[in-house]
């Protein structure tokens, strides 16, 4: 590409995002610590953490908003600090703070985004008109954006970060705030478009249910990469149980449970819930053994909160937040 150093612009064949030893620190706290993983092209691609874990900052650097300190980031073979613009072209993002402009309609948001990228004319006008057919805007296009429901803004942003046609499409918690119809339908959407246009699709997200239906997920705590896997690859290593207690004091339940019997596990949401692969011959025993703390006893799949909690030692905290409507 001209203008740009030969080394920033290469083709990757094998890999639609592609992460090398990404070091990014804030004085003494490690933001990201020599992350390294490929994402291939067409794949629904899952950054599962808490807050804290990385997860934005990693989207922000692939979308060229940071530098990272050591190590690289490709997105269709081009380096995202050697070539920002070249990359940018390539990138639709949708981060998880509103980008639509209230002020305008949602016509006029899609006609505004299409100019930054040098769209105009009737091409543009062309692919406005089918970009609101297919997010079932069109009746909306003279609407305010700042009127819309929570749902619907995140189809105007959607149809904003694919204006351009790009390659590989960031998402950044895209279902905050959305109730679970607008979620569902959202990510029906995010289907559709990966099998109409093998689109590459990386969402951050801290929601379980939204990192299982990825075919791939990536698993970050404190900057690390704990872990890359699909998701039934990552459940399989702790077998086929996991042991759910519940007690009128979880904490207390724990420490006997750990200095009598070794076990180890956490406290969660008001139940002691074990590490690692639960043996369903243990049930009797600890019901036996603890019949005054233990009031009840789960065996149940592994999800991946335990794997989680397996790799990292620690539960993976979430915060609710409040839901809008479509």
């Known amino acids: 590409m001209a203008g740009q150093p030969a080394s920033a612009v290469r083709r990757a064949s094998t890999a639609a995002v592609r992460l090398e030893g990404l070091t990014l620190r804030y004085g003494g706290r490690t933001a990201l610590d020599a992350v ?7 794949e629904l691609f899952a950054l599962l953490g808490p807050n804290g874990s990385g997860k934005s900052t990693l989207l922000r650097i692939l979308s060229t908003l940071l530098r990272p300190g050591s190590g690289r980031a490709l997105i269709d073979g081009v380096d995202v600090s050697e070539a920002p613009a070249a990359a940018r072209h390539r990138l639709g993002v ?9 002020k305008l309609s949602v016509m006029e948001n899609l006609r505004f985004q299409g100019y930054l990228y040098g769209l105009s004319g009737k091409a543009l006008t062309a692919r406005i008109d089918t970009l609101l057919e297919r997010f079932a805007l069109g009746e909306r296009r003279r609407d305010m954006a ?8 995140r189809r105007v942003e959607l149809a904003k970060a694919l204006l351009h046609r790009p390659r590989v499409l960031l998402l950044d918690e895209p279902s905050t705030g959305l109730d679970l119809p607008s979620r569902q339908a959202f990510w029906q959407t995010l289907d559709e478009l990966r099998g109409e246009d093998a ?14 239906r990825c075919g791939r ?3 970050l705590d404190g900057g690390r990469l704990v872990a890359v ?10 077998g086929d149980t996991v042991m759910t207690l519940e007690a009128s004091d979880p904490a207390a339940l724990l420490e006997l449970l750990t200095q009598r019997m070794g076990l180890q596990g956490v406290v969660q949401d008001g139940t002691v819930r074990l590490s690692g692969t639960a043996d369903p ?11 005054e703390q233990i009031s ?12 989680f909690l397996v790799r990292t030692g620690h539960a993976m905290a979430t915060e609710p937040e409040p839901a809008e409507t479509a």
């Not at 949708?94 to 209230?102: I, L, M, T």
């Not at 689109?199 to 299982?212: N, P, R």
């Open 281 to 291: 011959a243990l049930a009797p025993r600890l019901l036996a053994e603890f019949p």
């Open 199 to 212: 689109l590459t699709v990386v969402v951050a997200s801290h929601l379980m249910d939204e990192a299982e």
């Open 36 to 42: 390294t993983f490929d994402v291939g092209h067409g």
């Open 94 to 102: 949708v981060f998880q703070a509103p980008s639509v402009d209230g």
């Open 229 to 238: 896997d699909t998701p039934g690859a990552l459940k399989q290593e702790l």
């Open 296 to 307: 009840a006893l789960r065996l149940g799949r592994p999800t991946l909160a335990d794997v």
């Open 217 to 219: 997920v990536a698993l």
């Open 146 to 153: 700042g009127k819309l429901s929570g749902g619907l803004r």
